[in-house]
């Protein structure tokens, strides 16, 4: 088994910054690449980013390129979102996942979740 927990989250202004994190627990962390995802109140999961097993290759959505950042600690078996320059819209509840399959921008392919943090930005 896998557990993973999310820290971080928070209310900020508009404009500001938060850095999330995710330490994993079970088995080698290094088996899985990692991804964020986010649920605001009445929507779908939807994906943020993702980073492959060795931290080489990352991933984006449109909405939050150029803004936020992923990155892992293998080693630390932690995974971070660093998000700056936030605005109102991406407030929602942010998850950890993890994942062994190939399509990591879906949600259906990862097998394991935290439990989320909260990100609240105000205008």
């Not at 109140?41 to 803004?67: K, N, Y």
């Not at 929602?92 to 392919?109: E, G, I, K, N, R």
């Amino acid at each position: 088994q896998v557990q993973l927990v999310e820290s971080g989250g928070g209310l900020v202004q508009g404009g500001g910054s938060l850095k999330l994190s995710c330490v994993q627990s079970g088995r080698p962390f290094e088996w899985y690449d990692m991804g964020w995802f986010r649920q605001a109140p009445g929507q779908g999961r939807e994906f943020v980013s993702a980073i492959g097993r060795t931290g080489l290759t990352t991933h984006d959505s449109d909405a939050v390129e150029g803004r936020f950042a992923i990155s892992r600690d293998n080693f630390r078996r932690t995974v971070w979102l660093e998000m700056n320059n936030l605005q109102p819209e991406d407030t929602a509840v942010y998850f950890c996942a993890a994942s062994t399959a190939s399509d990591l921008q879906q949600a259906s392919t990862y097998f394991y979740w935290g439990q989320g943090t909260q990100v609240t930005v105000s205008p």
